[in-house]
């Protein structure tokens, strides 16, 4: 997976000359007048030694109505929709117009990191632009001259993180052993102060990341390579991802959003959740967050040690489990204090334990067996007179387990019964901590004509 890097801002600061540097091929139109290049173009792009996507968002106005600049708004947006990362462009010589912040508050809304280019800085040359660009709100401008090269180091710094990850971050659909050569994926995510930066440095032992009572402070690193009793195990840190992204007021949307890059990434994900105040809004989003991209969870409920009638808040907690979060049914729940270390300890074999799930393989001839016997207990409903027959399961794919059943009235089949068979595989086979996906199709045993 390529890394989409897309070069935005006003029209004349310099993005089309950047394009062109990354993409080392003139392709995109570069013209003195305001405006010139419209279209967005795409290209291969080469830095150093990291490779990736840059995208050359068209150059807009202001306009409202269905005018050209209007139109290329519209473009830019989407544009920046489809990029992992921005750059922002501004013109350090000419300082920061009202344009500059227009075009920056469509790029804050996307809550992707960003990186702040003070351009035609060669020769010290747009430094007071450049200062002048901290009132943007993109974090610290970074002086560069797209046209002689300059501030490149910069650029690459920033990029370097974001290709790599990007690199690693396609889930592959085989079923993948753990081994000493290969890391476990694991994401730590939840809400801001749920404990996350507490938490990993408690798992990784040493106190390389900040933590404190304000939300947001961690460091800047987005992954952590670590080993586990032996297993080595890449921790994708989403507090180190607010950071970069220096959205402070808008912490809740970005969580989310953050929350999304590091589900992507991982193959268990940790969601983290403060004991004293489970299951909010936004703890619920990240769970659903996770169910939708199919990766394994656990349940991490932290600040234990500040829960008094511990039995009973167990049981309250997990009745909420049950009840909000169905589409996880029976996922673990590990009650633990990352501040003084208590439970931590069963975090990890947890963790392995969904990833095993995840990975499940049920051959054919095992799922048929046991189709005909959870048929047989609870026949399937008759619908217009007929009884529906459910003659044949097979297992699609693992991370997560998809299983597919064929059924001549598929579309009759009441949501319920698809339901009370995704359980009883649950149950039968002991999926849990990973979302079960369980489809009907139409038509007979596709298997059966070949043997
Ligand atoms: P775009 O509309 O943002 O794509 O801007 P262009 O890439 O078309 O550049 C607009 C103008 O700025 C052109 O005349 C470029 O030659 C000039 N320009 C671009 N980068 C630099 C730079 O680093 N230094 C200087 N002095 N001029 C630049
Ligand atoms: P993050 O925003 O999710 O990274 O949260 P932090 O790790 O920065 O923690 C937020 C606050 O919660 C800090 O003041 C921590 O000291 C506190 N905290 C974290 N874990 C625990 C815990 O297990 N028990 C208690 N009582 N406080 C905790």
Redesign the pocket.
Known sequence: MSLRVAIAGRPNVGKSTLFNRLAGRRLALVHDAPGVTRDRREADAKLGDLHFTVIDTAGLDESPDGSLEARAQLHTETALQSADVILFMVDGRAGITPSDSHFASLVRKQHKPVLLLANKAEGRAGLDGAMEAYSLGLGDPVAVSAEHGDGMSDLYGFLRPHVEEASEASVDDEVVELSKDRPLRLAVI??????????INRLIGDERLL???E????RDSISVDWSYNGQPVRLFDT?GMRKKARVKQKLEKLSVADGLRAVRFAEVVVL?IDAEIPFEKQDLQLADLVSQEGRAIVIGV?????VENKGERLAELKEMTERLLPQLRGVELVT?????GKGVNRLMPAALKVYEAWNIRVSTGHLNRWLEETVARHPPPAVRGRRIKLRYVTQAKSRPPTFVGFCQRADDMPASYTRYLMNSLREDFGIWGTPVRFTLRKGKNPYAEKS
């Open positions: 939840g809400r801001p102060n749920a404990g996350k930066s507490t938490l933590t404190g009572p939300a947001g402070i961690t507090a983290l932290n600040k234990w040690d500040m633990l204090s990352a501040k003084t």
